[in-house]
């Protein structure tokens, strides 16, 4: 009993005590990661000494927070994305707009340097698809919760296909973001034009 | 007007007389850097030294048919992408279909290696953007037209928009093809159930 009070309080303390979090150390680690990635260098070759150099604290310093590169990564690119947005719940099709909005939107100037760069790494390694999958799922899972909204108000048909009706949204977005395929769309008005184009279908 | 007769004899004649415009070497050359490019080496990194050491040729082979690595590298990739698809006129759904089927559709397998990493390219580079924007430009005017006969014929509605309509064809399709987003969707399928998608709308 004695121990499982023990692991109780472990799991709810800070992982080491004196040590919390988020420190300015993990923060220069973390910018340092960002910044490198940033300004050319691969996530291949990104290595410890390099970020321990840029953010001028020791390997160790590292290692006590991060199993290894690829746990620093992911939360250096989870910083990175921020925040999800807020569904209103109000109108699935504003709220649709709100979230195809924010795919690729980022006020870190850096994310567009680091963002295409990581394209390849999803191809070359299971473990980066994961990275990126988990990184992804909650944006995702609000999409999927507003989708299925729709269906139970009657705003959207019942036979939609839910994993379908999400890529048809982001695929575009997404795909102008990193590779500016059509050179004359409007960025800004994207989403809501893709939103209105996919809610009212080109049939005629 | 024995200096005009030349130019234009030496316009329709092959460049170098005796040295058709594709050789063996040609193709070599060709192969080489796709056989790099797919097996690791960064636009970056790809140098004409190792092109020519893997495709068993001099330097000065590679420079008498190509200006440079840009020249070379955009042949290449138009190899590497082949012919595009031919619509038969029947059916403006069924012609989408199959433009929308062709999209990083390719029997080479080295292109799923290829195209993913040339994507931090075309931010990195205006000369790589530019590169790929000619690559596309066939097969995208050739969606644009079974669009516009659409519109003619009545099949779709007289207000879409065809820039954004393409965009929205492509992008999910393209997503898929290069970041497998979606987990669960089945890639096969896709190409024909976006057409469809976007022809119904999704609005109840």
Redesign the interface.
Known sequence: MSSAVDSASVESAPRSPGRPRSTRADEAIIEAVLDLLSTGSTVESLSIEAIAAKAGVGKATIYRRWSGKGALLADALRTLKGQPPVPSGASVRDDLVLLVSGIGRNTDPRA??IM??L??E??RSPQQ?AL??EL?QPRREIMREVLRRGVRT?????D??I??????L???????K????????DEGK?PE??VD????????
């Open positions: 567009t340097k295409p760069c394209i390849p999803v191809h698809y990126y999958q992804v009657g705003e959207l048909r019942d939609i296909d994993e379908l009706t999400m890529a048809l982001t695929g575009p977005v997404l795909m102008q990193l590779l500016k395929w059509h050179p004359d769309l994207l034009r893709v184009a996919i809610l009212a279908g080109i049939a005629a």
